[in-house]
């Protein structure tokens, strides 16, 4: 993702915080076609769809086949603010989160507890596991509501930060998920750093906005969190700041791409 400006930087290692700019062009582009596609999970849908492509025998199979895997219905805007987000760390901070939360849900469009996005970092040496919590705001505070309270972004970076149990459990989650899966070998690598030092993670937490950057948004976090935060942990915030008052469009975006037939 091509950044237009880099408004601030806090902190430093083991936990930092950037504020980034999004163009208006770059987010057109994006939510065209990446984006749309991991809101709409396309390759897990082409993988059910070559599994079962022998099974839809008739024409009538087959239409209730597509019907299956390929009704869709506008994505609420947090939804799309995640997958900006996921898009960001995959192309600029080298992570891949091979999991998608949203085959796990067992009623549309529900919200699902722990890590907003579970996967892995490379850092030219090895595999870390790498977790992320996103929030999605257009409230015009600095920094958002949605940075507090107990499902807000301070409690659940320091829980992550200091809770091994927390970091635990999204490592069983991506376990239980990773028989036969092209992505085993990454994820063995991982356990074996996680195995050797617990604490050898990287978290990020993410503010997706559509306000004017404001600094305010992660200096408290960032310094809090740097607060016995043990070396061999990462923590990076990161504020990414759309085109003002473009958040309420982001479904709407996505879903004029799919049914013009754009992202697949």
Same mark, same amino acid.
């Given at each position: ?24 062009? =770059? ?64 192309? *600029? ?114 503010? =997706? ?12 976090? =960032? ?5 016995? *935060?043990?070396?061999?942990? =990462? ?30």
């Amino acid at each position: 993702m091509q950044i237009a400006d880099t408004f601030y930087t806090l902190g430093t290692l083991p936990v930092t915080g950037i504020g980034l700019g999004v163009s208006s062009d =770059v987010l057109n582009n994006v939510l065209s076609g990446t984006v749309a596609a991991l809101v709409f999970d396309d390759a897990g849908k082409d993988e059910i769809e070559a599994l079962l492509n022998g099974v839809a025998d008739t024409e009538f199979d087959k239409n209730n086949l597509e019907k299956l895997l390929h009704q869709v219905r506008e994505p609420e805007a947090w939804r799309v603010g995640e997958a900006i987000a996921e898009y960001y760390l995959t192309e *600029c901070r080298n992570c891949y989160f091979p999991w998608p939360d949203g085959r796990d849900e067992r009623k549309r469009w529900s919200s699902l507890p722990g890590a907003d996005l579970v996967g892995f970092q490379n850092d030219g040496d090895t595999e870390h596991f790498a977790f992320g919590e996103v929030k999605t705001s257009t409230e015009p505070a600095y920094p958002p509501g949605t940075a507090y309270g107990q499902h807000g972004l301070k409690q659940q970076m320091e829980d992550m930060r200091d809770h091994s149990e927390i970091r635990d459990d999204l490592v069983k989650y991506l376990a239980h998920r990773v028989v036969n899966a092209s992505w085993k070998d990454r994820f063995k690598t991982a356990v074996g750093a996680y195995l050797r030092n617990d604490n050898d993670v990287r978290i990020f937490g993410l503010l =997706v906005r559509d306000v004017p950057p404001d600094a305010d948004d992660l200096r408290i976090r =960032v310094h809090r969190l740097g607060q016995n *935060c043990l070396d061999s942990m =990462v923590i990076e915030l990161l504020a990414l700041y759309l085109p003002q008052s473009r958040i309420a469009s982001l479904g709407s975006q996505v879903m004029r791409t799919r049914q013009s037939g754009g992202a697949r």
